[in-house]
């Protein structure tokens, strides 16, 4: 996660905390004692009360919590993405390379599978298992898609005359 983020949320948030330390202390105070004590579905529905008072409290916008959440988001999406990238650099030689019959393909490897249709211009890309959504056919992409395909060809055995 994006420390600039974290910085500039305490930034403009940090007199806010600094006028209202004891209600935060004894909001603190009390989520420990409710995890302590109640062990049901009260307990984190007590939990989620307590907070979002706090957060009322304390002048903290659900639009600044949104951000927060959403660039959490985006920076974890970000990692998969070059990850798999790095990862189709490294595992075209191994893909599998597969036509479907209904028009489309599927380039599986250990940890990426890709599918699209033939002549489109967008694939979908699952890494480890998780959907990263669809990507538009970049150069590694279409490398990793030839490589599979070269890699299958090669693969097959010949035919005896």
Not at 97 to 111: L, M
Not at 150 to 158: K, L, R
Request: charged share 20%; proline share 2%; hydrophobic share 45%.
């Amino acid at each position: 996660m994006d420390k600039s983020v974290w910085t500039e949320f305490l930034k403009h948030n940090w007199q806010i905390v600094q006028d209202n330390w004891l209600y935060i202390l004894i909001g603190l105070v009390l989520l420990l004692v409710i995890l302590k004590i109640v062990r049901t579905l009260v307990k984190w529905l007590l939990v989620i009360v307590v907070v979002v008072g706090l957060l009322i409290y304390s002048g903290i916008s659900f639009d600044q919590v949104g951000k927060v959440v959403t660039q959490a988001k985006d920076d974890a999406i970000n990692k998969f993405q070059s990850e798999a990238l790095s990862m189709m650099i490294k595992e075209g030689r191994d893909a599998k390379y597969t036509s479907n019959g209904d028009g489309t393909f599927s380039v599986t490897s250990s940890n990426l599978e890709v599918k699209g249709p033939f002549d489109g211009d967008k694939v979908k890309v699952w890494f480890q298992g998780m959907p990263l959504g669809e990507w538009s056919m970049s150069d590694t992409v279409k490398k990793y898609i030839e490589s599979a395909k070269g890699s299958t060809v090669t693969q097959q055995s010949p035919q005896s005359p």
